[in-house]
Every structure is written in structure tokens, then in C-alpha cells.
């Protein structure tokens, strides 16, 4: 399609040419024509289109009030939040509450450290 646009612009400039070159249209028209001629193919031309960066799921670490802990992976902190407040917070068989507050990306010494408490 665009090598189309380009060659359908470049033959309308040779029209142009050789009819100003023959003398039938004013040299100011034969400008503005060049102009116009030249507009057309910008606005002619595809839209780059955008592509979304790919944001990747990341681990999340919260603490419950009361004690203990867990994780979840989400690609924001306000996504993890929210998946562990529903998770936790609004699910009738769960006792736990989660403290949004204590949700950060979790790191590996952070996960060895919470999971010592197991041994």
C-alpha cells in the first residue's frame, strides 16, 4: 500500500511538472500544487501504532493481623493489595485480615527469613 502512496505521488509530480513545464499553469498554482501534493502523502501514511511494554508479575509479601504471613504475585503493589485483600479480607471461609499496609515486593532474604520460621 504505501509503495503505492509513493509511486501514485511520484507520477502526480511529473504531471505537474510537465504541465508547468509547458507553460499551462502559473508558476504560484504549480507551488501550491507541489504543496498540496505533498500534504496528501503525509496524511496518507499508516499510524505507528503503539505497543504496550509487557509489565511482568512480580512476588509480593503482606503480613495478617494477628500474625503470620504470605504472598502473592501481581504486577503492582496496588494489584497485590487488592488480590490479597480479596483473597483474605472479603472471603467468608477466611479469619484472616490482611494488612495492606505490610505489602511489599518480596526479596529472597526476606522469603528465607519468613520461611525460618518453619524449622
Do not use: Q
Not at 485483600?85 to 529472597?108: G, M
Amino acid at each position: 500500500m504505501i509503495d503505492k502512496i509513493e509511486s501514485s505521488h511520484e507520477m502526480l509530480n511529473l504531471v505537474v511538472e510537465s504541465i508547468a513545464g509547458a507553460g499551462i499553469i502559473p508558476p504560484e498554482v504549480y507551488a501550491d500544487l507541489l504543496v498540496c501534493i505533498d500534504t496528501h502523502k503525509g496524511l496518507n501514511k499508516p499510524k505507528e501504532v503503539k505497543v504496550k511494554r509487557e509489565v511482568r508479575t512480580k512476588e509480593y509479601m503482606f503480613t495478617f493481623e494477628g500474625g503470620g504471613w504470605n504472598t502473592v504475585w501481581a504486577k503492582t503493589k496496588r494489584g497485590a493489595i487488592k488480590k490479597a485483600i480479596k483473597e483474605y479480607n472479603d472471603n467468608p471461609e477466611s479469619t484472616l485480615t490482611v494488612r495492606a499496609s505490610s505489602v511489599h515486593l518480596a526479596t529472597e532474604s526476606g522469603l528465607k527469613s519468613a520461611c525460618s520460621t518453619f524449622y
